[in-house]
């Protein structure tokens, strides 16, 4: 009784029955395969050999049970993962069992059918009764529907996870287990028939007892903090993440909260949500003609889809690349089937291009995003073309929009233009000041006289490196880990600001309407948040894949040309000022004139074919603040 008592203590009331159970069960699947075996009739020497087997078949299969964790998870929620543990405990006992009964001699003596049936018969008691405890429980003796679904555990309580549970009710694809909140007037509580079980940092504790694989996070108005806290605990201990769309997303109607989703790295930026001005930009774009330069980059497409949401009456794809402009082609047909868009090939440095597309589809708004931005790559052997493209690119489509009279022309930048390292940084911070220097040229009185609403207003937009673009670390990383590593990063220390491509957009067409405020070429700079360690980003993405760092190497290669070991989003010399949106901030950057503009002009002009280290030369001359680093070959 002692001992019986210290037990249940240890392990618990329900975990001791549960052994219990098992321990007759050994003995009762040796007893119903002699009987099989005999016809129900045993002879005296089979019973004396039987007696003699059961002494050593229960505490072994019982050590192997408890070893393999046979205990941890509650009957009710016994499922697939719970049956493959029996399995394997219960042959992996057998297989010991008969080892030492042949050491004690009695194996000769067990029949060669008892021998097969026993093994049969162990899994058939353990899982069956499981099985029917859950279904039981569930009330839902008469079907077994739903025994293959994954169980889950709800993080949040609130209404969107009682939503949740609600559409997930007699799913055959989830069961959901319980749910985890803060809220102590919650625990323990019933919500949609499921139990409030704890709180939430007590996620690996019932992730370990419940046999769980799957997490839903149901909480999409909490802080990003939070947020991020229960993410960076799923990652920890292995288990499946999941969450349901944004709080955005939800109230919109675009989505519900039973399509759920895989956690991506946006999830783990800890950002919150962008809120735009809606009204304002259906006064910019509806109605309106908007040509988007780049339109099948990452940053191009994107800005399209979200434009597409406030019905413009054409959008006139702008693309080089011929793959590029058919791939967004495909996926905008499909999408907005009906809506009026043209798909243009076309070079922004070719003029006579230009001014044929502004002369046939007048366009009002102007989103300029086609750039060379591969910093190492634009560095060595293609600096001339990234001046070409970035400068003289910008120079000809400014001078084309101002002409034909564009509203708003807008110039999607980089943090890397801000005390530039590298040719892309110099050549995008020089496109800046192109515009910055139409802008004054084209806002005296004289160079619009009698009409100067009609002047074109100018608007740059910097911000950082954008989760998921084409040539970044996230497309290289994810490579990397499915050919099993290493994954390469140039500095133990180097740092990044992130934001997902939405995001991003989003926030360029905020600024692009909020430019003109101050007269027009003004410089936005985007709250990046924090920067991000490009190693912890790394060991998420791996964690994300199932694996750990032990599975996927790190190796450092050493900073590339070009390359700095932290960005920046503003110089020394600038300054900003505040703006309606709090995640847009006004740069105050040092200015240039028209007669700047003019000796650019005849420079571009005449610019043909440099090296690389004449364009580095050049560039230092046109910004100041350029500081080229040596390459070495």
């Not at 894949?545 to 960005?567: A, M």
Request: charged share 20%.
């Amino acid at each position: 009784m002692i001992m019986d008592s210290l037990f249940i203590s240890k392990f618990g009331i329900r975990t001791f029955i549960a052994i219990v159970h098992d321990f007759t069960a050994i003995a009762v699947a040796w007893l119903l395969a002699y009987l099989f075996r005999f016809n129900f009739e045993i002879p005296v020497e089979a019973w004396t050999t039987l007696t003699k087997i059961l002494p050593w078949a229960i505490p072994v299969q019982t050590i192997f049970f408890l070893w393999l964790g046979l205990y941890r998870g509650l009957w009710r929620y016994a499922s697939m993962p719970d049956l493959k543990r029996i399995f394997v405990a219960a042959m992996l006992g057998y297989g010991v069992i008969t080892l030492i009964l042949w050491l004690v001699g009695l194996l000769d003596t067990i029949p060669a059918a008892v021998f097969v049936m026993v093994p049969l018969m162990l899994l058939l008691i353990m899982g069956g009764s499981r099985l029917i405890y859950r279904a039981w429980k569930e009330r839902r003796l008469t079907s077994l529907d739903g025994y293959g679904a994954k169980l889950v555990l709800i993080l949040g309580a609130g209404n969107t996870a009682v939503s949740l549970v609600k559409e997930l009710t007699g799913s055959r694809d989830w069961h959901v287990v319980g749910m985890l909140d803060d809220d102590p007037r919650k625990l323990g509580t019933r919500l949609q028939g499921v139990r409030v079980l704890g709180v939430i940092d007590e996620l690996p504790q019932w992730v370990q007892k419940l046999n769980v694989g799957h997490v839903i996070i149901a909480m999409p108005s909490v802080s990003n903090r939070i947020h991020r806290h229960a993410l960076e605990m799923c990652a920890e201990i292995g288990v499946k993440a999941m969450t349901v769309p944004s709080y955005i997303d939800l109230i919109s109607g675009k989505t519900t909260v039973s399509q759920i989703r895989e956690i991506e790295l946006a999830d783990l930026l800890g950002r919150e949500p962008v809120i735009l001005d809606d009204e304002g930009l259906h006064g910019l774009l509806t109605g309106k003609v908007v040509l988007v330069t780049g339109a099948g980059g990452s940053i191009g497409a994107e800005l399209c889809r979200q434009i597409a949401a406030f019905s413009p009456s054409r959008i006139v794809f702008l693309e080089l690349n011929e793959f590029a402009l058919y791939d967004i082609q495909e996926e905008f047909i499909a999408r907005t089937p009906g809506s009026q868009m043209s798909f243009v090939i076309g070079d922004i440095k070719d003029e006579a291009r230009m001014a044929q597309l502004f002369t046939q589809f007048k366009p009002s708004v102007v989103f300029h995003a086609a750039a060379y931005k591969h910093v190492p790559l634009m560095e060595q052997e293609n600096a001339c073309q990234a001046l070409l493209n970035n400068v003289l690119g910008t120079y000809v489509l400014a001078q084309v929009a101002i002409r034909f009279a564009v509203e708003k022309f807008v110039l999607v930048s980089t943090d890397k233009a801000v005390n530039p390292v590298s040719v892309m940084g110099a050549t995008k911070r020089l496109a800046e000041m192109v515009c910055q220097a139409w802008q004054q040229s084209i806002s005296k009185p004289a160079a619009n006289p009698g009409n100067p609403s009609h002047s074109t207003c100018f608007v740059m937009v910097r911000f950082g490196n954008v989760l998921g673009s084409t040539g970044s670390v996230i497309p290289k990383f994810r490579e990397q880990i499915a050919r099993g590593g290493p994954i390469t990063i140039t500095h133990h220390e180097i740092t990044r600001y992130f934001m997902s491509i939405p995001e991003a957009a989003q926030l360029v067409l905020q600024a692009g309407l909020m430019g003109g405020v101050r007269g027009g070429g003004e410089i936005f700079v985007l709250d990046m948040g924090d920067p991000v360690k490009i190693v912890d980003l790394a060991n998420v993405m791996i964690r994300l894949s199932g694996l750990n760092e032990e599975d996927i190497r790190i190796v450092y290669t050493g900073l590339r040309p070009g390359e700095k070991l932290h960005e920046e989003l503003l110089s020394a010399n600038e300054d900003t000022l505040p703006t309606p949106h709090q995640k847009v901030r006004i740069a105050q950057a040092r200015q240039v004139d028209e007669q700047w503009l003019s000796n650019l002009e005849l420079w571009l002009k005449g610019v043909t074919v440099l090296t690389d280290q004449e364009v580095r030369d050049q560039l230092q001359q046109w910004v100041p603040e350029y500081a080229s680093k040596e390459i070495t070959h």
